[in-house]
């Protein structure tokens, strides 16, 4: 899910937030509905946080880590199969769209192949023979429920209507997704938040998610006077998945805040210490972290509370708005 598939997004934040403040209003809606999470790669807070929202909403839920319990699948079509790959996505993925009424999934980009991860080829594939509604539990190209998280996060501490937000790219050991800066620009600018973008030369984003971002080289300048800052790794996306070598000193500490005395800090976790992001501001009180991960709660329950509404509607029930 993207931005193009929320009307609008102010009112989907809305209602994340009445839920918040009311979480009994939603109690129940989900009452006779089965959700089953399907995750490739793994998780602590996607995987917590959605199956909490879900029981809140009165869902039945169910948890597949099919990485380690589930037969190695195979995705190509036609594929003589009489190697490592038991189970074909045809058959896994009918047989999950048979048990279950919505189906959350995680699927990482595998950073090999720029267009199957751009067009979204597993994710499409589980979508095709489920032939159920999917929930992004974060994809190839997006992690919605975090970037509406983020959002939620933003409107609880913005002392602004409109923040000057600023994404920098931090080291990292790996190469990592351009998932989450993907979502997190595109949320944040159809929110008419001022976006300001910055990272080493060669490691621009997708423009097709960044237009309408400031973007620079110049930390420092990114930095100055931000209220909020999001800090991320990313790969490059020429040569396609390779990790950025160098870029250490991008490191975040509270030295480079100097010029940013009111900023808030935030990543959406897990976040590797003194790599990403420095001791000294994960540890105070500048940082949003564990409020962004609570915030996971209610971005999921306002995102399946509209899934909910809309299979009552196809069965052509009414449900309290
Ligand atoms: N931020 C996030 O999605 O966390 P997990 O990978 O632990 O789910």
């Given at each position: 899910?993207?931005t193009a598939?929320?009307s609008?997004v102010?009112?989907?934040l809305d209602?994340a937030?009445?839920?918040?403040?009311?979480?009994q209003?939603a109690a129940d809606?989900?009452?006779?509905?089965k959700?089953?999470?399907?995750?490739?790669n793994?998780?602590?807070?996607?995987?917590?946080s959605?199956?909490m929202?879900?029981k809140n909403l009165?869902m039945?839920?169910?948890?597949?880590?099919?990485?380690?319990?589930?037969?190695?699948?195979?995705f190509?079509?036609?594929?003589?199969?009489n190697?490592?790959k038991?189970?074909?996505?045809?058959e896994?993925?009918?047989?999950?769209?048979?048990?279950?009424d919505i189906i959350g999934?995680?699927s990482?980009?595998g950073?090999?192949?720029r267009?199957?991860?751009?067009?979204?080829?597993?994710f499409?594939?589980?979508?095709?023979?489920?032939?159920?509604?999917m929930l992004s539990?974060?994809?190839a190209?997006?992690?919605p429920?975090?970037s509406?998280?983020?959002?939620?996060t933003?409107?609880?501490?913005?002392?602004?209507?409109r923040?000057?937000?600023?994404l920098?790219?931090?080291?990292?050991?790996?190469a990592?997704?351009?998932?989450?800066?993907?979502s997190?620009?595109?949320?944040m600018?159809?929110?008419?938040h001022?976006?300001?973008?910055?990272?080493?030369?060669g490691?621009?984003?997708d423009?097709?998610?960044?237009d309408?971002?400031?973007?620079?080289h110049?930390?420092?300048?990114a930095?100055?006077?931000a209220?909020?800052?999001?800090?991320k790794?990313?790969?490059?996306?020429?040569?396609?998945?390779?990790?950025?070598?160098g870029?250490?000193?991008?490191?975040?500490?509270?030295d480079?805040?100097?010029q940013?005395?009111?900023a808030?800090?935030m990543?959406c976790?897990?976040v590797r210490?003194?790599v990403e992001?420095s001791d000294?501001?994960?540890d105070?009180?500048?940082?949003l972290?564990?409020?962004q991960?609570e915030?996971r709660?209610?971005?999921?329950?306002?995102?399946l509370?509209?899934?909910?509404i809309e299979?009552?509607?196809k069965?052509?029930?009414t449900?309290?708005a």
């Amino acid at each position: 899910m993207g931005t193009a598939d929320v009307s609008d997004v102010q009112q989907l934040l809305d209602e994340a937030l009445n839920l918040k403040a009311d979480p009994q209003s939603a109690a129940d809606i989900g009452a006779g509905l089965k959700l089953g999470l399907v995750f490739l790669n793994p998780s602590l807070r996607t995987r917590l946080s959605t199956e909490m929202a879900a029981k809140n909403l009165g869902m039945d839920v169910q948890v597949l880590n099919m990485s380690s319990d589930a037969w190695a699948m195979e995705f190509e079509e036609g594929a003589i199969m009489n190697a490592d790959k038991a189970e074909h996505i045809k058959e896994a993925a009918g047989v999950i769209g048979r048990y279950f009424d919505i189906i959350g999934l995680r699927s990482f980009p595998g950073l090999k192949d720029r267009d199957a991860d751009d067009e979204e080829r597993i994710f499409k594939a589980f979508e095709k023979y489920t032939a159920k509604p999917m929930l992004s539990l974060e994809s190839a190209t997006r992690h919605p429920l975090q970037s509406l998280a983020d959002l939620i996060t933003i409107a609880e501490h913005s002392k602004k209507k409109r923040p000057k937000i600023a994404l920098t790219w931090a080291p990292h050991v790996k190469a990592l997704p351009q998932a989450v800066p993907h979502s997190f620009a595109e949320w944040m600018l159809a929110a008419c938040h001022e976006l300001h973008i910055v990272h080493p030369p060669g490691l621009e984003l997708d423009p097709s998610f960044t237009d309408g971002a400031i973007i620079t080289h110049n930390q420092e300048e990114a930095l100055e006077d931000a209220d909020f800052i999001y800090v991320k790794n990313w790969s490059m996306r020429e040569p396609y998945g390779k990790a950025y070598e160098g870029g250490a000193d991008w490191l975040l500490t509270e030295d480079k805040l100097k010029q940013a005395p009111e900023a808030k800090i935030m990543h959406c976790l897990p976040v590797r210490r003194n790599v990403e992001l420095s001791d000294e501001l994960l540890d105070s009180p500048r940082s949003l972290v564990l409020d962004q991960a609570e915030n996971r709660l209610w971005s999921a329950t306002a995102v399946l509370r509209r899934m909910i509404i809309e299979l009552h509607e196809k069965q052509g029930r009414t449900v309290g708005a």
